[in-house]
Every structure is written in C-alpha cells, then in structure tokens.
C-alpha cells in the first residue's frame, strides 16, 4: 500500500526529506485515501470516514493542480511515480 521507494527518492532529492513538499504531501494523501478505501470497503455506512475521504480527495487534487500549473514536470513525474491515474498532457 505505501510505495516507501517513491518517499525515499523525494525525500533524497529535496535536501533530506523536505516534507513540505508538494510531491511528499501528494504521496501521503494518496497513501491516507488508500487505507480509507479499504477501511470503507469493510464499513459501507462509516459517514465520518466518508467525508474525511471526500476532504482528503479535494486536498490531493488541488495540489496536483498547483503543480501541473507551477512546473508541469515535476507533475508528469509525480503521476508516473504514482501510477494513480492516466497520464494527461496539458
């Protein structure tokens, strides 16, 4: 469920784990909406979590916005990295 080798190349590549980072906090949120998923799987009717999800979705995709906009590479190389969804070329 967590990719640790996709955390350890950011981690490496912004001075020794810049968590503040765009790509770090996307990576997190990815892995937060993994263990959501599944827990909701099991708990259909969990509305809490529900919404906890739908606010954690919101997060991920405003920030993948901000980067696709700041430095369209770097984005292309996080959704490689993260293989979350079809690569799109803007």
């Given at each position: 469920?967590?990719?640790?080798?996709?955390?350890?190349?950011?981690?490496?590549?912004?001075?020794?784990?810049?968590?503040g980072?765009?790509?770090?906090?996307?990576?997190?949120?990815?892995?937060?909406?993994?263990?959501?998923?599944?827990?909701?799987?099991?708990?259909?009717k969990?509305?809490?979590?529900?919404?906890?999800?739908?606010?954690?979705?919101?997060?991920?995709?405003?920030?993948?916005?901000?980067?696709?906009?700041?430095?369209?590479?770097?984005?292309?190389?996080?959704?490689?990295?993260?293989?979350?969804?079809?690569?799109?070329?803007?």
């Amino acid at each position: 469920m967590v990719k640790p080798s996709l955390i350890s190349v950011i981690s490496q590549k912004e001075n020794k784990g810049n968590r503040g980072s765009v790509e770090f906090q996307v990576v997190n949120f990815t892995n937060k909406i993994k263990k959501l998923t599944s827990h909701l799987e099991l708990h259909k009717k969990d509305s809490s979590s529900q919404r906890g999800l739908r606010k954690i979705l919101g997060k991920r995709q405003r920030l993948l916005n901000y980067l696709s906009k700041k430095n369209i590479e770097r984005y292309k190389e996080l959704i490689r990295g993260l293989d979350s969804r079809e690569k799109k070329t803007r």
